[in-house]
């Protein structure tokens, strides 16, 4: 459209879009930019100028111009919109199972990502525009909860969130058959970003923190109930002293004499303590499997004490 207008009315145009902190459209290269531009503000952060030999005085025809702009620039925005909800649509049905990976090919071909491992990412929903603005060799996919972006790299992932300062999740390289699963990794790995505030990959899923971090905390109730209550009620004496012991012996790999160091006692008495501990609770802290459960109600327990 500025090629065209620059033809017809001669000399070089720059429009700057709303948001952009440096001209995004230019009728020429800045390099042919000649003679003191006039401008007109079109709106917060929007501006067309117009570079000429011989400075036209008369703002008006800028002025017009500058309002198709707007108006072709909204045009462009509600399309691109729709297409972000349509992609978002397909990613949801995919993601359920609903839907075969391959009705998402034509749209990465278009995105220009065809014949190469792709990364999910998952981000804050309401954050597709100015993802879009910032990514521009991206598919960007728009639902109601999540927005979903598909790059060639995690480390495309990286930099967008840091320059836009968001949180989000992504997954591993993925081929275009298992966008099901990266699409997986990436909301759970979202669920980890903004619960730690910064971006999380895959190697963050690894661990029994965060396996634990996806649970709903009405689950992991039981655990606190029955392994660790019983230990702090005030019927229980010396309870905190067993609660200590336990968590030390559990944090030291379930070592008596690491934990017996550390706490400065003899490996009879911490070996004592979790025999009282197994008393009131009914679950041995020696046994590798019960050593799971008691870390499982400790670290739920710490979460719901705000530790």
């Known amino acids: 459209m500025l090629d065209t207008v620059a033809e017809v009315l001669g000399g070089s145009f720059i429009y700057q879009a709303p948001g952009e902190s440096v001209d995004t ?4 290269d800045p390099g042919e930019l000649v003679g003191e531009p006039i401008e007109v503000h079109l709106g917060e952060d929007e501006w067309l100028r117009w570079y000429h030999p011989e400075t ?3 703002q008006e025809i800028l002025a017009q111009i500058g309002r198709v702009m707007q108006i072709a620039r909204r045009e462009r925005e509600v399309r691109q919109g729709e297409q972000r909800h349509r992609v978002g649509q397909l990613f949801s049905l995919i993601g359920d199972g609903l839907a075969h990976h391959a009705a998402l090919v034509p749209e990465i071909e278009r995105a220009g990502l065809a014949g190469s491992r792709l990364t999910v990412s998952a981000w804050p929903a309401s954050t597709a525009r100015p993802i879009a603005a910032y990514l521009h060799k991206a598919l960007i996919a728009d639902t109601a909860e999540v927005v979903f972006v598909l790059t060639s790299n995690a480390e495309v992932v990286h930099t967008t969130a840091r320059e836009l300062s968001l949180v989000c999740g992504y997954s591993s390289p993925v081929a275009v058959p298992e966008i099901a699963q990266g699409i997986a990794e990436a909301r759970a790995t979202l669920l980890l970003a903004r ?3 910064s971006v999380a990959g895959p190697e963050s899923l690894t661990s ?13 109730l039981p655990f606190v109930d029955q392994l660790i209550r019983p230990l702090v009620s005030p019927e229980v004496r010396g309870g905190s002293d067993l609660l200590v012991t336990l968590r030390t012996f559990l944090n030291y790999g379930g070592s008596l004499q690491t934990t017996a160091n550390v706490e400065f006692l003899h490996v009879n008495t911490v070996r004592h303590r979790l025999g009282r501990v197994s008393q009131i609770v009914g679950r041995n802290p020696l046994d590798p499997s019960d050593r799971v459960d008691f870390s499982i109600a400790i670290w739920a327990y710490d979460k719901s004490s705000g530790r």
Not at 208 to 220: D, N, T, V, Y
């Open 56 to 58: 036209p005085s008369d």
């Open 208 to 220: 029994l923190g965060a396996l634990l971090e996806q649970q709903p905390r009405a689950r992991l």
């Open 25 to 28: 459209t230019r009728s020429r």
């Open 195 to 197: 619960k730690r505030g």
